[in-house]
């Protein structure tokens, strides 16, 4: 994959892939370029895809082995391990800044989405980069994110949550609240915060109240890429050192369907 296939699309986030048809088997070479270039640019986006189930699964492949999502109401019907993002499956569109599946020991390395059915107008995703949140902060305030430990579960005010779901995934899972970045060496601040049960040291409400707080102080326009989908898009988020949310600002008689993949991280770590 030529360099000049990378085409930034900021220069804090994201970043446009050209030239790879998804549905195609993907080399070493440029498969290690591409989990490069998501570690650099946290975002990737992929226009004009059009993926059956096997493809789109082989072409996430190409970042790791793709992971079970605890959510099994909203698995594909024979693909385990594809979500679908759909609000007439009774889902609300998830506008709070997170990131993915922290109630587990290894959660996603990344987020993939894949545009299916897609609104007239709004419905965007928002990915917003936590490296720059992070570094953007007081050293003192940085200090005090680093002694931090979130206690992760699977969030309770979900009414839809099969209980096996929730004995599988429910388990408290302890993270830093700032993890470094594996490929890139970078510090990130890290939490989901409707899965963070509490901050240790904290009050369950305190916790909620500080990260709310922080979340309103870190993520600015200059650190967010927002992307507009069109049908056929494919968008790659790097879960190690992003949040993101969705827009919920398109008519609901209208369908927004994505299909969800996660890839599977390592233990987040501060070094």
Request: hydrophobic share 35%; charged share 25%.
């Amino acid at each position: 994959m030529a360099q000049s296939m990378i085409t930034p699309l900021s220069s804090g986030i994201g970043a446009e892939i050209s030239g790879i048809d998804l549905a195609q088997p993907i080399d070493a070479e440029t498969g290690e370029r591409l989990s490069r270039g998501l570690a650099e640019h946290l975002a990737l986006v992929f226009h004009d895809q059009v993926l059956t189930p096997d493809q789109y699964l082989a072409a996430a492949g190409v970042f790791g082995p793709v992971m079970r999502q605890h959510y099994s109401q909203h698995h594909m019907d024979g693909y385990e391990n594809i979500g679908m993002v759909w609000h007439r499956k009774g889902q609300q569109p998830a506008e709070r800044w997170h990131t993915d599946h922290t109630n587990h020991e290894r959660p996603p390395l990344a987020t993939i989405l894949y545009g299916v059915e897609i609104p007239s107008a709004g419905g965007a995703t928002s990915v917003a980069n936590m490296r720059t949140a992070y570094a953007a902060l007081p050293q003192d305030e940085q200090r005090r994110l680093d002694a931090m430990r979130s206690v992760n579960t699977l969030d309770e005010q979900r009414l839809d949550t099969r209980p096996e779901d929730h004995e599988k995934y429910g388990a408290p899972i302890i993270h830093p609240m700032v993890r470094t970045h594996p490929v890139h060496g970078t510090k990130a601040v890290f939490f989901h915060i409707q899965k963070v049960a509490l901050i240790q040291g904290m009050t369950p409400e305190a916790s909620k109240a500080y990260m709310s707080d922080l979340l309103d102080r870190m993520i600015r326009p200059e650190i967010v890429y927002e992307h507009h989908w069109a049908k056929g898009d494919v968008l790659v988020i790097d879960d190690r050192a992003t949040m993101h949310r969705a827009h919920g600002d398109y008519d609901r008689r209208e369908s927004r369907v994505l299909w969800r993949i996660l890839v599977e991280g390592d233990r987040p770590t501060l070094m």
